[in-house]
Nanobody, 127 residues
Framework: QVQLVESGGGLVQAGDSLRLSCAASIPFFSRYGMGWFRQAPGKEREFVAAIKWTGGSTNYAGSVKGRFTISRDNAKNMVYLQMNSLKPEDSAVYYC????????????????????WGQGTQVTVSS
C-alpha cells in the first residue's frame, strides 16, 4: 500500500523560505525517483523538481532553479523541497509523487510518468 503525505506548507511573505516534507509509505522506496509538482488555481499541474532514486541527480523547472532544492533521505523514506526566495507566483498546492518505474535511468519530468500522489500542501506567498 502506497501513501504519500505532504506537510510544511503555509502562508509566507515574498522572499521567505519554506521546507516541504513528504513522508512516503512506499515499499522499496529507495528504488524509485520522486518528484514535486504544483498546481495553482485555474492552472494545470506543473513539474517543479525531481530526484533520481539514487539521490545523486536532480532536475528542476526553470522557474525554480537556483531557489528550490529537492533532497531525499532513503533511510527515513522522506523527500524534501527547500524553497528559498519565494515569490507570489510560487503560490500553489504542492504535491509529491512517486515514479511509475523503479531504477529509472533518467529523471521523470512529466506527471504521466508518476503513479502515486499525495494529497498536497498549500503554499501561499504574499507580496
Amino acid at each position: 500500500q502506497v501513501q504519500l503525505v505532504e506537510s510544511g506548507g503555509g502562508l509566507v511573505q515574498a522572499g521567505d523560505s519554506l521546507r516541504l516534507s513528504c513522508a512516503a509509505s512506499i515499499p522499496f522506496f529507495s528504488r524509485y525517483g520522486m518528484g514535486w509538482f504544483r498546481q495553482a488555481p485555474g492552472k494545470e499541474r506543473e513539474f517543479v523538481a525531481a530526484i533520481k532514486w539514487t539521490g545523486g541527480s536532480t532536475n528542476y523547472a526553470g522557474s525554480v532553479k537556483g531557489r528550490f532544492t529537492i533532497s531525499r533521505d532513503n533511510a527515513k523514506n522522506m523527500v524534501y523541497l527547500q524553497m528559498n526566495s519565494l515569490k507570489p507566483e510560487d503560490s500553489a498546492v504542492y504535491y509529491c509523487a512517486r515514479d511509475q518505474l523503479n531504477f529509472r535511468t533518467q529523471i521523470a519530468g512529466t506527471d504521466d510518468e508518476y503513479e502515486y500522489w499525495g494529497q498536497g500542501t498549500q503554499v501561499t506567498v504574499s507580496s
